[in-house]
């Protein structure tokens, strides 16, 4: 097919007075892995539950393939949705589950029954047709929940949180598995999630969503790198925000009064126009490298040993309002209460404006 394979167009919705969606509007690609990540009330489960027809939107369009299914039920949409909970019938064996949807259909049992056997052999549980859903664990069960929505072949699967239940090293095996899976069966995937690494894990496209609307949106590697807005700079991954005002323009770059002193930097922008510079916390140091600049003096109030790398937190000695953070190498010899002076590139500074 041509053109997007979901396109969502200026989607609002309220309860009560809430407004959880304001004029949201995106496009899917077709096997595409979409992430929709956001705090708690950011309006990315709502915007799920319209797409899957669980939530009927106030105003706007949903269409997919071309056609619009704004107010098709749930059952006649060529969606699937996997739910956090799983939402296994722990009455009917496994392979009566993963079959349920088909059963649905009409698909003759014979039919029904070698089809569930493929999609469980496609999530690694081709031994665990006759078993029942309590003789399995966690991650097995969400497996099962994914071979049942992938067995009525959807044109898009839809994640709700799918991996909040489990603990941190299955949730980490679930994620290549999952990623492993899309690329497998091609279908196009749309995954909520709160958590930033599972989104820079899984994501072909990141959906950064704040207060019912689209922060920033693009690869995950742009968003994390050069951030569309403060909210995102600060939720995809750590950053340390200047604020500032622009004094004057060169030929190729701004100069910046900020909290910790005057910063040049490549962009565009009014003199006199308040702006905000995001760091990544990695791109701070305590040793100048080539074309880095100095951000003054820190009093060092925490220090976090992480593995492969020690997390700083320090204070800004001209303006106790400005605390860093730094990712610095485990090695570093560096302690609560030392004063440090810190380093960062203009080139790894994100320019903001929102």
């Known amino acids: 097919m041509t053109g997007p394979l979901v396109e969502i167009r200026k989607l609002s919705h309220s309860f009560g007075g809430h407004r959880a969606l304001d004029e949201v509007s995106l496009h899917v690609e077709p096997g595409s892995y979409t992430v929709l990540l956001g705090p708690s009330g950011s309006g990315k489960t709502t915007l799920l539950s319209i797409i899957g027809g669980f939530v009927h939107p106030d105003e706007g369009s949903v269409f997919i393939r071309g056609n619009d299914f704004t107010r098709t039920p749930p059952a006649q949409r060529p969606t699937a949705t996997v739910f956090q909970d799983y939402a296994l019938f722990p009455h009917l064996s496994v392979g009566n589950n993963v079959g349920f949807g088909l059963r649905m259909r009409g698909v003759a049992r014979a039919k029904r029954v070698g089809r569930s056997r493929e999609a469980l052999a496609m999530v690694g549980l081709a031994d665990s047709y006759h078993k029942m859903p309590h003789q399995l664990s966690g991650g097995q069960r969400q497996r099962v929940a994914l071979a049942r929505s992938l067995v009525v072949e959807p044109a898009v699967l839809l994640l709700d949180e799918p991996l909040g239940a489990l603990d941190l090293k299955l949730r980490r095996q679930m994620q290549d598995e ?15 999630t709160h958590d930033q690494e599972e989104a820079m894990a899984l994501a072909d496209h990141c959906i950064v969503m704040n207060d019912g609307r689209i922060e920033d949106q693009g690869p995950p590697e742009r968003v994390y790198s050069r951030p ?14 200047l604020s500032g005002k622009v004094l004057d323009l060169g030929t190729d770059e701004i100069r910046i009064d900020t909290r910790v002193g005057l910063l040049s930097l490549a962009g565009a922008g009014e003199p006199g126009f308040d702006v905000s510079l995001a760091i990544r916390p990695e791109h701070i140091t305590l040793v100048p490298e080539p074309g880095s600049v100095s951000l003054g003096e820190a009093a060092v109030t925490d220090v976090v040993f992480q ?13 106790p309002g400005v605390a860093f953070i730094a990712k610095l190498r485990s090695s570093q010899p560096v302690a609560v209460g030392d004063t440090v002076t810190l380093y960062a590139s203009p080139a790894e500074m994100v320019l903001l404006s929102r």
């Open 178 to 192: 999952l990623k492993a899976l899309q690329k497998r069966v091609g279908t196009a995937f749309i995954h909520v």
């Open 307 to 319: 593995g492969s790398f020690k997390r700083v937190s320090a204070v800004s000695a001209k303006d």
């Open 228 to 241: 569309a807005s403060r909210f995102s700079a600060t939720f995809m991954g750590e950053s340390t925000l």
